[in-house]
Nanobody, 119 residues
Framework: QVQLVESGGGLVQPGGSLRLSCAAS????????MGWYRQAPGAQRELVAT???????NYADSVKGRFTISRDNAKNTVYLQMNSLKPEDAAVYYC?????????????WGQGTQVTVSS
């Protein structure tokens, strides 16, 4: 069994910052790509940022220059530092990881963490 647990969401004023964390645990041999996605009410889930096992990163245009994705392979954890937050960044944020277990390699999702940007 593999589990992803997110933390760090909350309420922040426009222009503020939040740091999200997502820790993977369970029967893990290695973790390939990790990423963050978000889903606002009435909208489809969209990619925010991804990071490979070799630390190559990719960002949605809407967050470039404001968000930074990073990972700590020793802790099986991915982070999302969000600065200069805007009301349109408000959403449920989900982490995703492609994990090699003892028998399978597959994608896992976290349960989501709410980010609210409001004054």
């Amino acid at each position: 069994q593999v589990q992803l647990v997110e933390s760090g969401g909350g309420l922040v004023q426009p222009g503020g910052s939040l740091r999200l964390s997502c820790a993977a645990s369970g029967s893990i041999r290695s973790i390939n790509d990790m990423g963050w996605y978000r889903q606002a009410p009435g909208a489809q889930r969209e990619l925010v940022a991804t990071i490979t096992s070799g630390y190559s990163t990719n960002y949605a245009d809407s967050v470039k220059g404001r968000f930074t994705i990073s990972r700590d392979n020793a802790k099986n954890t991915v982070y999302l530092q969000m600065n200069s937050l805007k009301p349109e960044d408000a959403a449920v944020y989900y982490c995703k990881a492609n994990i090699r277990g003892y028998y399978y390699t597959e994608d896992y999702w976290g349960q989501g963490t709410q980010v609210t940007v409001s004054s």
